[in-house]
């Protein structure tokens, strides 16, 4: 099994994830990550959970204060996605990268619907509808930003542009190489538009939504779904492959996607629950649960470390790793124990993460937990305190509980560690006695 991991199974998924197309998902949807953080602070303020601040924040005003904040952090995230995704992916092939981003995120808006019907059936045009710069076009933004910025490329690569002469500013010279690329880019987009719109009577990213968004987020909700992610990450990682980042920057889009929609039907005033079309998967399920305390939940591991290892490789790395594993943060752990390519330490590894995703599958579906929306929380932030933020009491519990299992977990994989580490450190030692004398 070692071998064919190691020799044909890992070189596969690191070709596939050193991709330029892969790079550029994983690099660009990192840019919204800052407003989801800050929009969240708002989020958590016009959402308060005792009911007469919420009805002091709407009389005097200022809860549409707050609200326009989450519009402008929140609701945009698809049109960020696509500048990321399409700058990193121009980036990578050695061109200018701005321009290419640019028209990206001009032939994205061409692709959203540009009007609304409103309650009387009035028809308003000439909009952005936000609906669709969120979760909904989150997985077109993915498509448009790798398309626009491959065949921008394209044309660069073959010196297919308008050439300045030398003098001329960086920045000028930089739009004009832009103009035959994009011109041709937006010209195609148009003709795509109108094949929509005309022909299907809908726009690009609305077929996009049904056809793919729709049935991904499907898989990503169900528990087969969710149990395959939450196995290969710490899978990955037992072969010393970054297993949260590549898990995390394949399923990013649809997991933020599904925590978007979620948000919408509370803005909409409508119950967050499963049976109203809410999400159960969402970045905060992989996040603070999932890669709590590092990837494989290894808390129970770290604790036995601190307070009952006996030799002094567990003591000393339980000592070092107790503030960082509270930060989520355990690389030394799993190269210093070490827990990757590790036989005696696999189980616990693998299976920690895969009980705490049906744990927290079961509180979610069944309403032990309530849903998450779009609150989020940096990913360092320590375990009990992000559940509390990003779900109340009763997720903080459930982060709390699975946490104290992760020692029972690991607990008997990590004595026998710890002893035969022990006889060993005695053995070293009692040869070093013999040599001195």
């Not at 990503?220 to 949260?244: E, K, N, Q, R, Y």
């Not at 499963?274 to 604790?303: K, S, W």
């Not at 000592?319 to 390519?341: K, T």
């Not at 946490?403 to 977990?409: A, P």
Request: glycine share 10%; charged share 10%; with cysteine.
């Amino acid at each position: 099994m070692k071998q064919l991991m190691n020799d044909k199974i890992i070189p596969r998924i690191m070709a596939f994830v050193n991709t330029k197309g892969i790079q550029a998902i994983k690099d660009g949807m990192v840019y919204s990550m800052p407003l989801l953080i800050v929009g969240s602070v708002f989020l958590i303020i016009t959402n308060f959970p005792i009911p007469a601040v919420v009805n002091m924040l709407e009389q005097t005003g200022i809860k549409a204060v707050l609200e326009q904040a989450n519009g402008a952090t929140f609701n945009i995230s698809a049109m960020i996605a696509v500048l990321g995704i399409s700058y990193n992916y121009i980036k990578l092939e050695g061109q200018e990268p701005l321009s290419g981003a640019i028209v990206a995120l001009g032939v994205f808006i061409m692709m959203t619907p540009a009007s609304i019907v409103t309650e009387s059936g009035d028809v308003v045009g000439g909009i952005i509808d936000k609906g669709w710069t969120a979760g909904k076009g989150m997985v077109g933004a993915i498509i448009v930003g790798l398309i626009v910025a491959f065949v921008y490329c394209w044309f660069l690569k073959r010196n297919i542009k308008i050439k300045m002469p030398a003098g001329v500013p960086e920045g000028v010279s930089n739009a004009f190489s832009a103009l035959v690329p994009g011109a041709v880019i937006v010209t195609g987009a148009t003709v795509i538009h109108g094949i929509f719109s005309m022909g299907f009577h809908m726009t690009a990213m609305e077929a996009i939504y049904n056809i793919i968004q729709t049935p991904l987020q499907s898989m990503t909700d169900s528990i087969g779904g969710a149990v395959l992610m939450c196995f290969l990450t710490p899978f990955l990682w037992f072969f010393g492959v970054h297993g949260s980042t590549i898990v995390g920057g394949i399923m990013t889009g649809i997991l933020q996607a599904n925590g978007l929609e979620n948000q919408a039907l509370i803005d909409k005033g409508i119950e967050l629950t499963v049976e109203n079309g809410g999400h159960i998967v969402t970045m905060q399920f992989l996040d603070q649960f999932i890669n709590t305390t590092g990837a494989g939940i290894t808390i129970g591991l770290v604790i036995y470390m601190f307070f009952l290892a006996k030799s002094k490789q567990l003591k000393t790395l339980g000592r070092l790793e107790l503030v960082p594993a509270l930060f989520n943060i355990n690389e030394p752990i799993l190269f210093g124990i070490p827990i990757v390519m590790n036989p005696m330490l696999a189980f616990p590894f693998i299976a920690m993460p895969v009980i705490a995703c049906v744990l927290q599958y079961i509180a979610l579906y069944t309403g032990l937990c309530p849903l998450y929306g779009a609150v989020q929380v940096p990913w360092t932030c320590p375990p009990v305190i992000s559940g509390f933020l990003i779900g109340g009491w009763r997720t903080a519990l459930l982060q709390l509980i699975i946490l104290t299992l992760s020692f029972f977990i690991y607990l008997p994989f990590i004595r026998r560690v710890d002893k035969m580490n022990l006889i060993e450190e005695e053995k070293t030692e009692k040869e070093t006695q013999d040599d001195e004398w």
